[in-house]
C-alpha cells in the first residue's frame, strides 16, 4: 500500500510545494467568482446536492472566498462555517449575510490548514478548489480530519488537471489520485463526480 500511495505522488508532477498557485482577490474577483461563466461550468447547486446534506449538519467550508458554495450549503444545513484568509472575502461575506439574512452562516478569518475550532467540531468539510493552492495538501487533509467528528465527510472539490480555458496552470493541478493518496487511511472514497472542468470525491473520516 506504502508504494503504491508514493508511487501515485510520483507520478504527479505538480506535488511539489513550491507549484502552490493561490487565488488573488484584486480587480473584478465578485465577477469571476460568481458570475455566470463559472455558474455554467461549475453549478454550486449540483455540487452541494450531490454532497447529500440532511438538514443538521454543521459544515466548515475551508477557503469561502464570496461564498458561493456557502450559502447554498446554508439553506441546507444547520450551521456553516466559513473560512477564507483573505480580509475582503470576509467583508464581502459579512455583507450578503447581512442582505440575505442567513444568520446561520460564521465567517472566520483563518489559515485552512490551522483553523482555530475545536477537534471534532464538524459534521462536514467542503474544500472547494483549494486542493492545489496550498503549501501542504497533507496538512490539510490531517487538519480536515482533526476538524470532523468519527465518520464525518469531507468533499474535495479541484480543477481536473488537464487545460480547461480557466482555472490555475496545468503544473500546479493536482489530479483525483493525488487526493487519495495523501488521504491515505485518514479517509476513504465513498463518492466520486467527474466532469471535464473539475472532479468532486466524497470522503469519510477513518
Request: some cysteine.
Amino acid at each position: 500500500m506504502a508504494k503504491r500511495i508514493s508511487k501515485a505522488l510520483r507520478n504527479d508532477d505538480s506535488c511539489m510545494t513550491k507549484h502552490s498557485h493561490k487565488f488573488e482577490a484584486d480587480g473584478d474577483f465578485m465577477g469571476h467568482l460568481e458570475g455566470e461563466e463559472r455558474q455554467s461550468k461549475i453549478p454550486a447547486v449540483e455540487v452541494v446536492q450531490r454532497m447529500g446534506l440532511s438538514g443538521d449538519e454543521t459544515v466548515v467550508d475551508l477557503g469561502a472566498g464570496t461564498g458561493y458554495f456557502t450559502f447554498p450549503i446554508a439553506k441546507l444545513s444547520h450551521k456553516v462555517v466559513a473560512v477564507d484568509i483573505e480580509p475582503k472575502m470576509i467583508s464581502v461575506l459579512n455583507k450578503r449575510i447581512s442582505e440575505s439574512g442567513a444568520a446561520n452562516v460564521q465567517p472566520l478569518e483563518a489559515e485552512m490548514t490551522s483553523v482555530p475550532l475545536p477537534d471534532a467540531s464538524a459534521d462536514r468539510i467542503l474544500a472547494a478548489f483549494v486542493y492545489h493552492e496550498v503549501d501542504s495538501q497533507e496538512r490539510l487533509l490531517k487538519e480536515c480530519h482533526r476538524l470532523l467528528r468519527p465518520s464525518g465527510k469531507l468533499t474535495v472539490i479541484d480543477f481536473q488537471k488537464r487545460l480547461t480555458g480557466d482555472g490555475p496552470p496545468i503544473w500546479v493541478r493536482k489530479k483525483p489520485e493525488h487526493v487519495l493518496a495523501t488521504a491515505g487511511s485518514m479517509f476513504k472514497l465513498v463518492g466520486r463526480h467527474d466532469t471535464k472542468v473539475f472532479y468532486q470525491l466524497e470522503l469519510e473520516k477513518q
